[in-house]
């Protein structure tokens, strides 16, 4: 079956500027995380959605950053005034809600702050 | 502060050989552990999980090895092929509600010679 889609693929942006970035997770999978990959680190938890609960944020680096998941699906993660440290790969995941649930992983994003 | 370590940046094996991606970790509230390869431009790919209450899963070619009392795990891979060359991930996760947030390491490049 399908697996976890992101768009776009890449992104390059001029500092100031929003970004939206759009994560569409595997059927049926009602967990969604964000997490992003700076250069040469590992991956970074952002925010975590689980059914209709409030969304865990408490890796967002700042209030810049923000998403949303629109029907319990799909998910956009924004940037606001976008900044060069915000320049990596932003990678969404999806896992069933029954138990411990490995989660999967889409593409990722690439987004370049110019 | 970081909780998942992966203190070898790289690793070269020649194929057939053993490989042993190693990880430490020092949240004592960690009971899950997982292991994910990363491809060149891809997302990450689930590989091998391990709950706290064992010490050893075998899948195929691959093994982890967990040792709670020194918080450390390990991922065997025999024999390593050529195509197990890429980043390799540990991640872990506790209790905390039903969140499954992962906490990831730096990552190992694993380059299997042929």
């Known amino acids: 079956g399908a697996g976890v889609s992101q768009s776009p693929s890449n992104k390059v942006t001029e500092k100031g500027k929003d970004v939206e970035l759009r994560c569409d997770p595997i059927s049926g999978h009602t967990a969604l995380y964000w997490y992003r990959q700076s250069l040469g680190q590992g991956l970074e938890f952002l925010i975590y959605f689980q059914g209709n609960s409030a969304p865990d944020k408490s890796g967002l680096p700042s209030d810049r950053f923000s998403a949303e998941r629109t029907g319990g699906s799909v998910s956009t993660l924004t940037i606001q005034r976008t900044q060069q440290e915000d320049s990596a790969v932003y990678l969404c995941?999806?896992?069933?809600?029954?138990?411990?649930?490995?989660?999967?992983f889409g593409p990722g994003t690439r987004l370049l702050v110019l | 502060d970081q909780q998942v370590k992966q203190n070898s940046p790289s690793l070269s094996v020649q194929e057939g050989r053993i490989s042993i991606l190693n990880c430490d970790y020092t949240?004592?509230?960690?009971?899950?552990f997982l292991w994910y390869k990363k491809y060149p431009a891809e997302g990450p790919t689930f590989l091998i999980s391990?709950?706290?209450?064992?010490d050893k899963n075998e899948d195929g070619r691959f093994t982890v090895f967990l040792n709670k009392s020194a918080k450390h795990l390990s991922l065997h891979i025999v024999p390593s092929q050529p195509g197990d060359s890429a980043v390799y991930f540990c991640a872990a996760s506790g209790s905390r509600g039903s969140a499954r947030q992962l906490t990831f390491g730096s990552g190992t490049q694993l380059t299997v010679l042929p």
């Open positions: 995941a999806s896992s069933s809600n029954r138990g411990r649930e490995t989660q999967y």
């Open positions: 391990i709950s706290s209450i064992k």
């Open positions: 949240n004592s509230m960690f009971d899950y």
